[in-house]
């Protein structure tokens, strides 16, 4: 591949250059030339260069290509090639590290420091601010609440260069800082260009004296004249937000001003209203500031003391987080002579993804590059890393800089990936959007198929429609809109190549703003058989997989968490239902007859107590008549055979609590319960069981050097309390749809890309303090009546917050449709709203029309998983005739969706029965000897077994089929209406077949079909049921077979038609292992 002429200029320019690079402008490819030309052309070694990329993998990527290139062009220099494995070329902590570890006086950290990464980083301190926390004198909590001052110092010192500077601009400057905001504020109201387009209207039109709107229009163009002339503010801005329209009379108007002059007086209502709102124009100090002066220096003591104390910990511990990294690298260079030796050694910097620089980096940086010759390549466009504080105005300032000492400035604007109509649809999109930051992409690639490459869809809805049925839609329509594609066999270009070829499920994406807003959209796709994965996630403590084994853990820390033990007896790891719950509840206990299990080894702190607290004081309807009587004495109290594997997994469970680290316990329960296998088997398997290899991953970090379930406890509150955001394990896409959010999808891209949930709304979670080091510090809290109080200077830096947060946002959805190589889709499950109405501008300015998916209210019952069986299966056990014939619905859950069921202790039932039958097989009437067959099984439920199948031996029912019993566990297999059944007869005589049953309850009715279908293979007129729980017998006539000949039939018939319809009652209801899980589920009282 030859360079363009615009990449050409960039790789080989005589100096300093900055690179604006568009998406997909192949920036990376111009970044290895600019290395060779380097190499070639002027001489530079490798160990004089230092190349910085934004990620590692990123850096590997580089790395591999200028190997690969030196190899090609300079084969008879292997000393380059040597040196190359040497050079600097890694990510800027990368770069900080070196630093710190060439100069570790000059940055104050110890010399053989390791790194944490950012997740343990954030564990660690959340484990360590606590105790820094206590340190504190006691002076300063009674100035500051430990509530906010937690909360304020866990923020400042992310940014500890910021926050050390905006704590040290203190107050003295507001009123000055204030009086300019005003101004401002003013001035752009002013400006606004539907401000002036309304004042004219109000001005140009003039109705009769005595009409309403008319003294309306007066008081507006009054309050108008007021703020423009910097009078009177405050009142004018009541004065415009209280107006009204009602009343004006058509005659006492020229034709046409009435809405003219109506239209104009909402717009300026509407923005003074706005002004109002955001508090700029109307900034002055008040009580909240007298506040915030009084507590400041107390702030700053706590900030300094905190800061020292972990820096301490830390030089102590030998580590370093990637914030420190920052800090004591840029310590370092302020020191003469590290710079000197640093500008000595390297003479060139290239350093890419400039536009996702924070201020501490740009002024390591600047320190770092002040003699030497640098490339910087960015794109504004895609500067969307503000929430790691990432600066767009850094590459501008480095760009401007650069141009001021003679450095060339080069755009790449040639796109090689996505095709030509495509990249003027986005441009024109985007144009009026992002102002001076736009920049128009140019392609020579020619569109695989025909026009419209980019399509919006929205769903329109009753009102009565909430949210989660409009998005239900839109997931619908999307994966109909997809399936359309996949099968129409769209064409779509191969990457880096113009053949074109059909498209498939991996060739597409789904972006989302969020990850939350992902998940439905995976299963609609799994519902039309279109393969889909949620790739990742940063939420792992909030899954379902994470919540389950965290309560388990507490329960284990405190067995006498209520809610931790119902969690647990309620997940897979048991699967209780709600209904034995409430019987144990309702149970009335005057005596424990259980000892009750050693509570904690290990007191909490009183300000670590497990979350939620069980009250004792008053009754729940979880603690049932008696609440100082706790969940896990009641278990065991209760006499339940349902409960007796639970109460003695958790038994043992409870014993290796001291002994095991909280790893092995869950590999303990898991490998008891059988939870990966229940998890493998529900919707979206593949992303829980990556969710639990997750939490079990985590665990092992968190209990590294201590091993203990208490400790893991605690630090797992505290990562909650702290809202750590987790990372979830990435998913490999394969051949499938990849779901992902636009800011995981940043660098990659796809033939297709969906960009969904357009118009959800943006969560406004304000934290309690803002810090700039420009206007110092502001802060919010609650008064004594819990009203928010926020100080002049919080207001500010908010209103900065949302505008940076604003412009942010349009340029997500830049990257978001700069993705795709040859369609891109938008959609909504509003048809007005958050990002939709971002974007509506742009996509009028580029005549995208906007199309309508009307709801649908029957599209909420979604499709079965996979087809009907009528579409190809046609085997089956005879036991599944028993099944469709108690609920279709049930059938299919069992034999189509292969749901394992949620059912109360039907898995042990069902091991003690297999036991049961294993020993009248083979005789065994040993304990031990047949425990070898299902080791995890308890010893009281193979004793079970045992004395069922000695009821088989010693009840004279029974007598006649042991002695005339022909052969045992016989196969047979069954053909009629259209399918194939077969099964295994347990007792098989001259003229009868028997088969052994250990249900709780006698019900030969539920069992007619399966004895009917092994009597008709073998060609038998009797059939039995031995009863083995009760030690009864059962016997069906040959009248009684016959008739059920007949209603198997026509129940073959109905399943190979595919009719699943639910047939739901008290009877079978109760017994379902599917019922916590079914929506036709019988609720009758």
């Not at 030509?420 to 128009?440: E, M």
């Not at 896990?632 to 958790?650: D, F, G, H």
Request: glycine share 6%; with cysteine.
């Amino acid at each position: 591949m030859s360079l363009s002429w615009q990449q050409q200029a960039a790789a080989y320019a005589p100096g300093s250059v900055a690179v604006t690079a568009g998406a997909g402008t192949g920036k990376t490819y111009m970044l290895v030339e600019r290395y060779l030309y380097y190499l070639q052309e002027r001489g530079v070694s490798p160990l004089s260069m230092v190349a910085v990329t934004f990620t590692d993998k990123a850096a590997r990527e580089l790395r591999s290509r200028v190997r690969t290139a030196v190899a090609q062009q300079l084969p008879d220099s292997p000393d380059i090639l040597a040196e190359l494995e040497a050079a600097q070329i890694g990510t800027i902590h990368a770069l900080a590290a070196w630093i710190c570890r060439q100069y570790p006086q000059e940055a104050g950290v110890a010399p053989d420091f390791t790194i944490l990464d950012d997740l343990e980083g954030e564990i660690w301190l959340a484990d360590r601010l606590q105790e820094a926390l206590a340190k504190l004198p006691e002076t300063i909590y009674q100035k500051v609440p430990y509530s906010l001052l937690s909360q304020v110092l866990e923020i400042l010192i992310a940014d500890p260069i910021s926050a050390q500077r905006s704590l040290a601009q203190g107050t003295e400057h507001c009123d000055r800082l204030f009086a300019e905001i005003r101004q401002d504020a003013v001035t752009q109201l002013c400006q606004n260009s539907d401000w002036q387009n309304s004042r004219s209207i109000l001005d140009r039109y003039i109705g009769k004296m005595g009409d309403k709107l008319e003294a309306y229009r007066q008081a507006a163009t009054l309050a108008i004249a007021d703020l423009e002339a910097g009078r009177n503010i405050n009142q004018a801005l009541e004065c415009l937000a209280k107006l009204t329209i009602r009343g004006g009379s058509q005659k006492n108007w020229e034709k046409g001003a009435i809405d003219a002059v109506k239209n104009a007086i909402v717009t300026v209502r509407n923005l003074a209203r706005q002004a109002l709102s955001a508090g700029l124009i109307t900034l002055e100090w008040g009580e909240a500031d007298d506040r915030l002066a009084s507590i400041l220096d107390a702030l700053s003591e706590a900030f300094d003391a905190v800061q020292t104390e972990l820096n301490r910990i830390k030089f102590r511990s030998r580590m370093l987080t990637f914030a420190d990294l920052e800090v004591r690298a840029l310590q370092a260079l302020q020191t003469e002579r590290v710079r000197a030796e640093c500008r000595d050694r390297y003479r060139v910097f290239l350093v890419d993804e400039f536009q996702d620089t924070n201020p501490v980096q740009a002024e390591f940086l600047e320190l770092l590059t002040e003699t030497s010759e640098l490339t910087i390549v960015g794109d504004g466009k895609q500067s969307i890393y503000g929430f790691r504080r990432a600066d767009v105005s850094v590459f501008d300032r480095f760009r401007d800089r650069l141009v001021s000492q003679g450095g060339k400035l080069v755009e790449l604007s040639l796109s090689f990936r996505t095709h030509q109509l495509l990249i003027d649809r986005i441009n024109r999109i985007f144009k009026p959007l992002l102002g001076t930051l736009h920049q128009d992409l140019e392609s020579s690639i020619e569109p695989p198929h025909p026009a419209p490459h980019v399509r919006v869809y929205t769903v329109q809805a009753p009102k009565e429609v909430n949210k989660p049925q409009r998005q239900l839609a839109e997931a619908q329509h999307i994966a109909r809109l997809l399936q359309e594609m996949l099968e129409r066999q769209t064409p779509v270009r191969e990457k880096h190549s113009p053949l074109s070829r059909s498209i498939a499920p991996g060739d597409i994406a789904i972006l989302a703003r969020t990850w939350d807003a992902l998940q439905i959209y995976s299963e609609a796709l799994e519902a039309a058989g279109i393969p889909a994965v949620v790739a990742g996630g940063d939420s792992l403590l909030t899954t379902r997989e994470a919540k389950d084994a965290i309560a388990f853990l507490r329960f284990l820390c405190d067995p006498s968490d209520d809610i931790a033990l119902v969690a647990v007896l309620r997940s897979p790891f048991f699967a209780i239902s709600d209904r034995i719950l409430f019987q144990i509840a309702q149970t009335q206990i005057s005596h424990i007859s259980h000892p009750t299990l050693p509570e904690r080894a290990k007191p909490l702190e009183s300000n670590q107590t497990l979350q939620p607290i069980n009250s004792r004081s008053k009754a729940s309807p979880l603690q049932g008549e008696n609440p100082q009587i706790t969940w896990w004495q009641r278990l065991q109290s209760v006499n339940l055979p349902e409960l007796a594997e639970t109460i003695e997994s958790l038994k043992e469970l409870l014993k290796e609590r001291y002994r095991e680290p909280p790893s092995r316990l869950l590999q303990k329960i898991d490998r008891a319960t059988g939870y990966t296998a229940t998890i493998a088997n529900l919707p979206n398997a593949e992303r829980r069981e990556a969710d639990w290899r997750g939490f079990r991953e985590l665990v092992r970090t968190l209990e590294a050097g201590t091993h203990d379930v208490f400790t893991v406890v605690r630090r797992l509150k505290r990562l909650i309390q702290s809202d750590v955001k987790i990372p979830r394990l990435p998913l490999d896409a394969k051949n499938a749809v990849s779901l992902m959010t636009v800011h995981a999808a940043k660098g990659l891209e796809w033939s297709m890309v969906v960009v969904a949930d357009l118009t959800r709304s943006t969560p406004n979670n304000s934290p309690p303090i803002y810090f700039d080091p420009e206007f110092g510090v502001g802060l919010k809290w609650e008064d004594e009546n819990g009203e928010p109080c926020k100080s002049s200077l919080y207001i500010l830096l908010d209103n900065l917050r949302k505008q940076r947060e604003e412009a942010e946002t349009l340029r997500v959805l830049y990257v978001a449709l700069t993705r795709a190589r040859d369609v891109a889709i938008l959609t909504a499950n509003d048809t007005k709203g958050g990002n939709l109405d971002r974007l509506r501008p742009g996509l009028e300015t580029a005549g995208i029309p906007i199309q309508i998916w009307e709801f649908d209210p029957k599209s909420q019952t979604p499709n079965t998983l996979l087809s009907p069986v009528g579409s190809g299966l046609s085997e089956l056990p005879i036991t599944a005739l028993s099944e469709y014939a108690a609920c279709p619905q049930r059938f299919e859950f069992h034999f189509i969706l292969g749901h394992p069921g949620l059912g109360e202790g039907g898995a042990i039932a069902k091991r003690v029965g297999t036991l049961t039958h294993k020993a009248l097989e083979l005789g065994i009437r040993d304990v031990k000897m047949l425990a070898s067959f299902d080791p995890e099984l308890t010893l009281v439920r193979v004793e079970q077994a045992i004395e069922f199948a000695e009821n088989f031996d010693r009840h004279p029912d029974f007598i006649s089929f042991r002695q005339g019993a022909i052969a045992k566990e016989k196969t047979v297999i069954l053909e009629f209406g259209g399918l194939t059944f077969n099964g295994v007869i347990d007792l098989v005589g001259k003229d009868w077949i028997l088969d052994y049953k250990t249900d709780t309850e006698i019900d030969p009715q539920h069992h007619r079909f399966q004895l009917w279908a092994y009597a008709e293979a073998i060609g038998v007129k009797n059939a039995h049921i031995a009863y083995l729980r009760h030690s009864q017998l059962y016997t069906f006539s040959p009248k009684e077979l016959t008739n059920t000949r007949q209603e198997a039939e026509k129940l073959a018939l109905q399943i190979g038609s595919g009719n699943y319809d639910p047939k739901p009652s008290v009877e079978v209801c109760k017994k379902c292992p599917y019922k916590e899980i079914c929506s036709s589920q019988f609720r009758g009282s």
